[in-house]
């Protein structure tokens, strides 16, 4: 008889960027996929640091995991990967969806950047084509692409061992159902395109819990990292069943229209779109990254 591991996942939050970092594993010395890590960034200084980062270091070491995988979701506008930074010291492949080339693309006229960036994804080890299956140890994985909040969005599905639930690493796509759903302004963003991602997600069997990569609680609320897809369906302020494509996409549009750009996107993407590694120094040792004027 064959038994399916039981994935088991850690939560860590950066306060600065309300991000959720989630290491998914299958047991002590097991190995484990990384999803979602934050390299500190204090934008007056323009200085980074690891502390995000470190505590999730800790963690894998103090478990005595392998690290597999180092997953991005996407490439996000509010931090800094620290992608490079753990896989130089705990080892691991980094892989996003294979829409990264369109984003990378869409950056790539807005900051000019150096011919030597190549435009073709290999900064990162592997880029996942929909649907593709992967495994992390004994769990089987799923890369489902939802675009909308950019074009390469994924949301990363677990299976679960019998009688449990499956999971999803949802990524910025869905929200609490109190917060509602993810911007859809950037380049390449799009709400029907988005909306269309969502109900696949939603089609997942009901009790399959949906670990966010954010939480913006309103006043009162501690940050929560997990919901569920009939919880979504019912209560979701964006996203609910009755809401109809039309509704969400005048809605979001709507509101994105309000929304001033993250405090971090322009750090933030150009670094993200080479797998998180920073450009490497000049001749006086220093790194620069590059801000565009007008262009936002
Ligand atoms: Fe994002």
Redesign the pocket.
């Known amino acids: 008889m064959t038994f399916l591991a039981s994935p088991r996942v850690e939560a860590f939050f950066d306060t600065d960027s309300s991000t959720f970092t989630y290491v998914l594993y299958s047991g002590d010395g097991s190995d484990c996929a990384i999803i979602d890590s934050v390299l500190n960034f204090e934008p007056k200084a323009c200085r980074t640091h690891t502390t995000s980062a470190d505590a999730i270091i800790a963690f894998v070491r103090s478990r005595e995991l392998r690290v597999q995988w180092l997953l991005e979701?996407?490439?996000?506008?509010?931090h800094l990967s620290a992608a490079p930074y753990l896989q130089q010291v705990l080892g691991g492949m980094i892989a996003v969806g294979s829409g990264i080339l369109k984003v990378q693309n869409a950056f790539q006229k807005i900051f000019h950047l150096s011919p030597d960036v190549k435009l073709d994804g290999s900064q990162f080890g592997h880029l996942f084509e929909p649907d593709e299956q992967f495994n992390v140890g004994p769990l089987t994985l799923r890369a489902m692409h939802v675009p909308g909040?950019?074009p390469a969005?994924v949301a990363y599905v677990v299976d679960g061992a019998a009688d449990e639930p499956a999971l999803a690493f949802v990524?910025?796509t869905l929200f609490m159902p109190d917060v509602g759903s993810?911007?859809c302004d950037?380049p390449g963003g799009s709400a029907y395109t988005l909306y269309r991602s969502v109900q696949r997600l939603l089609q997942l069997p009901p009790q399959t819990l949906l670990l966010l990569?954010?939480d913006y609680p309103p006043d009162g609320r501690l940050p929560s990292f997990e919901t569920t897809v009939a919880q979504q369906r019912l209560a979701n302020i964006h996203l609910r069943d009755s809401v109809t494509e039309d509704e969400f996409v005048e809605m979001r549009q709507r509101r994105d229209a309000t929304l001033g750009m993250?405090a971090l996107i322009l750090p933030a993407i150009q670094v993200n779109i080479q797998a998180g590694e920073l450009p490497p120094p000049e001749a006086n040792g220093v790194r620069y990254l590059k801000i565009p004027l007008n262009v936002l």
């Open positions: 979701t996407h490439a996000h506008a509010d909040h950019t969005d990524g910025d993810a911007r950037f990569c954010h993250p």
